[in-house]
């Protein structure tokens, strides 16, 4: 009995796709530029989600924070039980004007021609911002309050992750950029 290697079958578009191409200057050049538009586009449409996800969030804490009950309002979306507390947090009303405040600062991140072009402040760090956000919630599990109160008091902190995550995500794409643009090479021609 005699063993026989086996060889798949290979079409020339798969032999063109592993082979290496090289790229002129000009290529190299209409690459980049193609990559640099497409994450230009990218980033666009990434700052124009974040923004509105930062202008709801700020609608509902100022929803919060000019109505009368202190209650949160995940108990219209999910009822408390007869055991619950329906007590809110101490100071709500502090804590929903520093959520606000941390919004201002997420804009500041987004946008940092803002406080280049302007006297306004530079933005507070993440690390910073994710401590000053879980005050409340922290608070909250301590006093032992509804989950109900304890998620809406953790909003602000959820919102920051999201930012810092697709901000940062934007930034290696930047980088990457920065770093192809390194890679270029001179090629000689025939």
Avoid at 15 to 32: A, M
Avoid at 113 to 139: D, Q
């Amino acid at each position: 009995m005699s063993l026989r290697q086996r060889i798949p079958f290979q079409d020339d578009e798969e032999d063109r796709s592993h082979s290496t191409q090289v790229l002129d200057e000009t290529e190299q050049e209409e690459l980049i530029e193609d990559l640099r538009r497409e994450n230009l586009q990218t980033s666009a449409r990434a700052v124009v989600m974040l923004d509105g996800v930062l202008a709801f969030s700020t609608l509902l804490q100022v929803v919060y924070l000019l109505k009368q009950s202190r209650m949160s309002p995940l108990f219209e979306l999910f009822p408390p039980s007869a055991t619950t507390s329906l007590e809110p947090i101490p100071a709500p009303v502090l804590f929903t004007v520093l959520a606000l405040l941390l919004h201002a600062n997420l804009v500041l991140h987004l946008h940092p021609a803002l406080t280049s072009s302007s006297s306004l402040p530079l933005p507070l760090p993440y690390a910073t911002t994710y401590a000053l956000g879980c005050v409340a919630p922290t608070l909250g599990l301590f006093l032992a309050r509804a989950w109900q109160t304890t998620l809406w008091t953790s909003l602000p902190v959820l919102v920051v992750l999201l930012v810092q995550s697709v901000h940062d995500t934007l930034k290696e794409g930047d980088e990457a950029l920065a770093e192809l643009e390194t890679l270029k090479y001179t090629a000689p021609g025939p």
